[in-house]
């Protein structure tokens, strides 16, 4: 089993900014698109944004315009910039490929927006 790891969550006021980051093992990396999901307690996980190997983007109508997904292929990481935030953001964030592999589900990280 291969965990990604997310950090960068925490508590922001409403019109903050943070960025999360995810750690992917290369194997993982190189041969998927990635994206950032997030999951609000007892709903679905739903994918915000998604970045292709040559770096085509794409997110959710909720966060698009706020949010930024980006890649460095070097380091084998994924970001995600996330302004002017809402406390309807509220939730844990994971990254996973696209679709996602069950078995990539790491711990997320939090992230709280107050009002």
């Known amino acids: 089993q291969v965990q990604l790891g997310e950090s960068g969550g925490g508590l922001v006021q409403a019109g903050g900014s943070l960025r999360l980051s995810c750690a992917a093992p290369?194997?993982?990396?190189?041969?998927?698109?990635m994206g950032w999901y997030r999951q609000v307690l007892g709903k679905q996980r739903e994918l915000v944004a998604g970045?292709?190997?040559?770096?085509?983007?794409k997110y959710a109508d909720s966060v698009k315009g706020r949010f930024t997904i980006s890649r460095d292929n070097a380091k084998n990481m994924v970001y995600l910039q996330m302004n002017s935030l809402k406390p309807e953001d509220t939730a844990v964030y994971y990254c996973?490929?696209?679709?996602?592999?069950?078995?990539?589900w790491g711990q997320g990280t939090q992230v709280t927006v107050s009002s």
């Open positions: 290369g194997s993982i990396f190189r041969l998927n698109p």
């Open positions: 970045i292709t190997s040559g770096g085509s983007t």
């Open positions: 996973n490929a696209i679709p996602w592999v069950y078995d990539y």
